[in-house]
């Protein structure tokens, strides 16, 4: 397994008391704060949307929609009217953490229980479940590889996990008094990583990828 320590690239502070989780719709970052559902530009940091929908924990975005894990149920929003279509139940009934869209299904993080689960987006039916061994925060799939944040006893790292099996393959250790909550990729080199109660939403350089040492 491949080791090392995450490179946070920038900080942002978007002027909210808690990030839970974080998507990207390919030109603005979006992120739950608790009450709402905020849009930000990376490229400036500069808050340009917040639609008022109950918004606990991991977001996620399909190509169209947006998908927010709300209490127990994972809610499909449109994000050009902030209209809820329709929601699903969430498969850990509450205790769900991350969310992810990959190729028609949503993932499922479920923090405490430390699993992932494969959903399907029109019914919730749990198709897969993988194992962790730390607390699941936020996910997030990029170039065909699952990754995943932890957060326990103070520290955080981002994982790159064998989807089939869950096997760790690769981690990203962040700095000392720097969490994970949500997780999202930007489909290129860099990862936003909710930052928990700090309010923050940090970039982390994705590291490329060694296919020899998957081995």
């Known amino acids: 397994m491949k080791r090392s320590t995450a490179e946070i690239l920038r900080e942002y502070q ?17 992120f739950a704060a608790g009450d709402t559902l905020n849009a930000f530009d990376p490229a400036s940091g500069k808050t340009l949307r917040s639609i ?16 927010q894990l709300a209490e127990d149920r994972i809610q499909k929003i449109d994000p050009a009217t902030g209209s809820v279509l ?17 190729e ?15 959903i399907d987006s029109q ?3 749990i198709l897969r479940t993988i194992e962790s061994n730390r607390f699941v925060t936020g996910v997030t799939w990029t170039d065909g ?5 932890t957060w326990e006893a103070d520290e955080s790292e981002l994982r ?20 994970v909550s949500g997780l999202e990729s930007d489909g290129g080199d860099q990862f936003f990583c909710g930052g ?20």
Request: zero cysteines; proline letters at 5%; hydrophobic letters at 30%.
């Open 86 to 102: 329709a929601t699903l139940p969430a498969p850990g009934g509450g205790g769900d953490s991350g969310l992810a869209w990959a």
């Open 123 to 125: 019914t919730g039916e």
């Open 145 to 149: 590889d699952l990754w995943h944040g």
């Open 196 to 215: 928990g109660r700090s309010g923050k939403i940090r970039t982390v350089r994705r590291p490329k990828r060694d296919s020899a040492a998957d081995g």
């Open 52 to 67: 008022d929908v109950a918004a606990h924990a991991g977001t996620a975005f399909d190509g169209r929609y947006l998908y």
């Open 104 to 118: 028609g299904t949503l993932w499922v993080g479920q923090y405490r229980e430390r699993k992932i689960h494969q």
């Open 14 to 30: 978007p002027g909210v008391d808690h990030v839970h989780g974080v998507t990207y719709d390919g030109q603005n970052v979006w």
């Open 160 to 179: 790159r996990v064998d989807a089939r099996t869950g096997e760790v393959l690769e981690t990203l250790e962040m700095p000392p008094g720097t969490f």
